[in-house]
């Protein structure tokens, strides 16, 4: 299983961003799909899920309303659209999937928020 995130960078408070998760060696379309989080001294949080089929979404009361979550499953491809982004929203963030053998992450993408 491999997954490979992209699409951080940095940002002024009330811009946006898209990231993407590619992912590989799993058949994509039967799990769901996870962003999380990770701040500086802060413990690694939950932004969104969307089912195999992604006729369902999640998200952190932090998020709702700012973020998206989609996938293609024809590109095995994750993504979450962050718009209005605050300065609170800076952390790294990674992908993620449970399968029945294992949980796996990406390597993660830095996204800071700063003016």
């Known amino acids: 299983v491999q997954l490979v995130e992209s699409g951080g960078g940095l940002v002024q408070p009330g811009g946006s961003l898209r990231l993407s998760c590619a992912a590989s060696?799993?058949?994509?379309?039967?799990?769901?799909m996870n962003w999380y989080r990770q701040a500086p001294g802060k413990e690694r949080e939950l932004v969104a899920g969307?089912?195999?089929?992604?006729?369902?979404?999640d998200y952190a009361d932090s998020v709702k309303g700012r973020f998206t979550i989609s996938r293609d499953n024809a590109k095995n491809t994750v993504y979450l659209q962050m718009d209005s982004l605050k300065p609170e929203d800076t952390a790294v963030y990674y992908c993620?999937?449970?399968?029945?053998?294992?949980?796996?992450w990406g390597q993660g993408t830095q996204v800071t928020v700063s003016s």
């Open positions: 969307i089912e195999g089929a992604g006729r369902r979404t």
């Open positions: 060696g799993f058949t994509f379309s039967s799990y769901a």
């Open positions: 993620n999937v449970k399968t029945y053998w294992g949980t796996y």
